[in-house]
Nanobody, 115 residues
Framework: QVQLVESGGGLVQPGGSLRLSCAAS????????MGWYRQAPGKERDLVAT???????NYGDSVKGRFTISRDGTKNTVFLHMNSLSAEDTAVYYC?????????WGQGTQVTVSS
């Protein structure tokens, strides 16, 4: 059973930065796609960023230019670097990983942007 464990969430002031981590229980190159979604209270889960096995990245429109997804294959970890955070970024951030027949999800990490 694949496990994804997120970390790095917390409280940050507007304009600040955070780095989220998603540690996988197996090599991240076994997945076709990995990335991050987020869900704010009362809203649907939205795409934040994804990275393919070959390294291609994709971002949600609301985070382009502010967030960067990266990975470290030696640590089986995917990162989300978040800059210029605003209150609209407040949400639970979920890591996901895809194989052809299934999508795995982490338990989520809360990010709160507030002064």
């Amino acid at each position: 059973q694949v496990q994804l464990v997120e970390s790095g969430g917390g409280l940050v002031q507007p304009g600040g930065s955070l780095r989220l981590s998603c540690a996988a229980s197996e090599t991240i190159f076994s997945f076709i796609l990995m990335g991050w979604y987020r869900q704010a209270p009362g809203k649907e889960r939205d795409l934040v960023a994804t990275i393919t096995r070959t390294g291609n990245t994709n971002y949600g429109d609301s985070v382009k230019g502010r967030f960067t997804i990266s990975r470290d294959g030696t640590k089986n970890t995917v990162f989300l670097h978040m800059n210029s955070l605003s209150a609209e970024d407040t949400a639970v951030y979920y890591c996901h990983a895809n194989i052809p027949t299934r999508t795995y999800w982490g338990q989520g990490t809360q990010v709160t942007v507030s002064s």
